[in-house]
């Protein structure tokens, strides 16, 4: 178990080369999160420009499951305000 900080504005990496877990939405203040995913080792998504990268981008549950046949890396980006998640591997 791991907390990780999502600073507003910014894609944050809070696993790398993984294929299974979870991640939970610790914070109770209302805070928007997205998620998306870059097989392991490839660049982070593009900081300019969030929501134009390859991969799928999509609102991140309270609870959300990773499950992936290759290993990869998740990355959150905090739309409204800073917040923080859990997260299990």
């Keep these: 178990m791991e907390l990780v900080e999502c600073v507003k504005g910014t894609w944050t990496k809070v696993a790398s080369a993984v294929t299974m877990g ?7 203040d209302p805070t928007v999160f997205y998620q998306t995913w870059r097989n392991a080792g490839d660049s982070a998504p593009p900081e300019d420009k969030p929501f134009s990268i390859d991969g799928q981008v999509r609102l991140l549950e309270p609870v ?3 499950i992936s046949d290759i290993p990869i890396d998740v990355y959150i980006y905090a739309a409204d305000r800073t ?3 859990r997260v299990d591997l």
């Design 83 to 85: 917040g923080i998640v």
């Design 22 to 28: 979870y991640i939970h939405v610790s914070n109770t």
């Design 64 to 66: 959300d499951e990773i």
